[in-house]
């Protein structure tokens, strides 16, 4: 049974940075795109990242700069380093398996077949 695994979220301060990683079980994510997700309290959840199975990678314009996608393979992880965070970014965010193996979209929320229960971060002074 698969099953997405998301840790790493927590409290710092604007500017700071966390790591979030996305484990799974019963699944390869090596031949897998994985994206990233995020929701804010009222709002819509959103794309925040995704890499494909040959390792290209997207980003969320509010994102882009800040954020960097990767994967072990080793581990069986795909992991968000979050940089100069901000207030905004405040969010539960959540991973997820794309359809597509060679294919990432941001937008496209219906192309996940799988998603992990979330970890909140929260960036606050």
């Known amino acids: 049974q698969l099953q997405l695994v998301e840790s790493g979220g927590g409290l710092v301060q604007p500017g700071g940075s966390l790591r979030l990683s996305c484990a799974a079980s019963?699944?390869?994510?090596?031949?897998?795109?994985i994206g990233w997700f995020r929701q804010a309290p009222g709002k819509e959840r959103e794309g925040v990242s995704c890499?494909?199975?040959?390792?290209?990678?997207i980003y969320g314009g509010s994102v882009k700069g800040r954020f960097t996608i990767s994967r072990d393979n080793a581990k069986n992880t795909v992991y968000l380093q979050m940089n100069s965070l901000k207030p905004e970014d405040t969010a539960v965010y959540y991973c997820?398996?794309?359809?597509?193996?060679?294919?990432?979209?941001?937008?496209?929320?219906?192309?996940?077949?799988?998603w992990g229960q979330g970890t909140q971060v929260t960036v606050s002074s």
């Open positions: 890499i494909t199975r040959g390792n290209n990678t």
């Open positions: 997820a398996v794309s359809r597509w193996d060679y294919v990432c979209s941001l937008n496209n929320q219906q192309g996940y077949a799988y």
């Open positions: 019963g699944f390869t994510l090596n031949y897998a795109a």
